[in-house]
């Protein structure tokens, strides 16, 4: 049973235009959302947060919208460089006893032309 | 400025060998957390320490024993590999949250692990 998903495996946009990424959780118990950037034989490195409070995080070219009625974040990506070429992971967080622990998507490639 | 360090980077093992995999973090964290990476899968969690001193199973702990040696390091051990562990290992770190903050893990650079 996936708590977080990623329906979209890749994506392929073009340089100077936006990004958008998608991620749909189904636990309404997490109340913190991460965005994780990897690129190839390198760790996953931290891109962006948003706490359920908010609707909107926004730093420099990155952006992130939650939904939370529709359980549904985004990650926008304005504008797009080659540079951001990598698989970007969605990850969730939740209260209580399990505030500890991180529940991930399958990622999204993301290929920018230029 | 190294932060996560995970050794080796790489290793094959026979099926039935052991192997322990390393973790240190310079950033004085309290929370540690081991994951394993297969292709077309997230980052699953295998076990993670909330504190020095603590140790809880994750979503995928069977095959897997892990010690937290004091807050810096924290080793993943193979008793008896098989070639369903082949996998990308990474090792996490973060301050322990806090009621008004959450914090993001940093991770290592991952330890490629191929079992024969």
């Known amino acids: 049973d996936q708590q977080v998903k990623q329906n979209s495996p890749s994506l392929s946009v073009q340089e100077g235009r936006i990004s958008i990424l998608n991620c749909d959780y189904t636990?309404?118990?997490?109340?913190?959302f991460l965005w994780y950037k990897k690129y190839p034989a390198e760790g996953p490195t931290f891109l962006i947060s948003i706490s359920s409070i908010k609707d909107k995080n926004e730093d420099g070219r990155f952006t992130v919208f939650l939904n939370k009625s529709a359980k549904h974040l985004s990650l926008h990506i304005v504008p797009s460089q080659p540079g951001d070429s990598a698989v970007y992971f969605c990850a969730a967080k939740g209260s209580g006893g399990s505030n500890y622990k991180l529940t991930f998507g399958k990622g999204t490639l993301l290929t920018v032309n230029p | 400025n190294a932060g996560v360090t995970q050794t080796p980077k790489f290793q094959v093992l026979k099926t039935g060998q052991s192997m322990t995999l390393q973790c240190a973090q310079d950033m004085n964290h309290n929370s540690m957390y081991w994951y394993r990476q297969d292709p077309g899968m997230g980052l699953r969690l295998i076990y993670y320490s909330a504190s020095e001193g603590t140790t809880d199973k994750g979503e995928v702990p069977n095959g897997y024993n892990v010690s937290r040696l004091n807050k810096r390091e924290f080793s993943l051990r193979l008793e008896s590999a098989a070639p369903s562990q082949t996998s990308v290992y990474f090792c996490?770190?973060?301050?322990?949250?806090?009621?008004?903050?959450?914090?993001?893990?940093?991770f290592g650079d991952g330890t490629r692990l191929s079992i024969l």
């Open positions: 996490a770190s973060s301050p322990r949250r806090n009621t008004y903050s959450n914090q993001p893990q940093h």
């Open positions: 636990n309404s118990m997490f109340d913190y």
